[in-house]
């Protein structure tokens, strides 16, 4: 079993920067983040695979939004930029375990094996 420990939200103004952090607890494939406001439904926001770092991202953060992988730390990183007040929700850090998997498949939580507990973004106007 894998656990999950993200951390780095926090409270920041519109067009400010933070850094979401996961550290793993043993070896990943994939890694992604997802996030969830108040009365939504949870939505993809990123994902990176194997030790290439190949990316996919949401296209509400395209070009703001930055995920990276350290595979000897088995840690993920989302860099976010350029934040917005539409960017408030609980983010989360998934992982998937098995050595290999598409990055199509990454987009749909039910591919993740491990999840971690969330942390609290909020933008304000």
């Known amino acids: 079993q894998v656990q999950l420990v993200e951390s780095g939200g926090g409270l920041v103004q519109a067009g400010g920067s933070l850094r979401l952090s996961c550290v793993a607890s043993?070896?990943?494939?994939?890694m992604g983040w997802f996030r969830q406001a108040p009365g939504k439904e949870r939505e993809f926001v990123a994902a990176?695979?194997?030790?290439?770092?190949?990316?996919d991202y949401a296209d509400s953060v395209k070009g703001r939004f930055t995920i990276s992988k350290d595979n000897a730390k088995n840690a993920s990183y989302l860099e976010m930029n350029s934040l917005k007040p539409e960017d408030t929700a609980v983010y989360y850090c998934?992982?998937?375990?098995?050595?290999?998997?598409?990055?199509?498949?990454?987009?749909?939580?039910?591919?993740?094996?491990?999840w971690g507990q969330g942390t609290q973004v909020t933008v304000s106007p």
């Open positions: 998934a992982a998937h375990s098995p050595r290999e998997i598409t990055l199509l498949r990454m987009k749909e939580e039910g591919w993740y094996d491990y």
């Open positions: 990176i695979i194997g030790s290439g770092g190949r990316t």
């Open positions: 043993g070896r990943t494939f994939a």
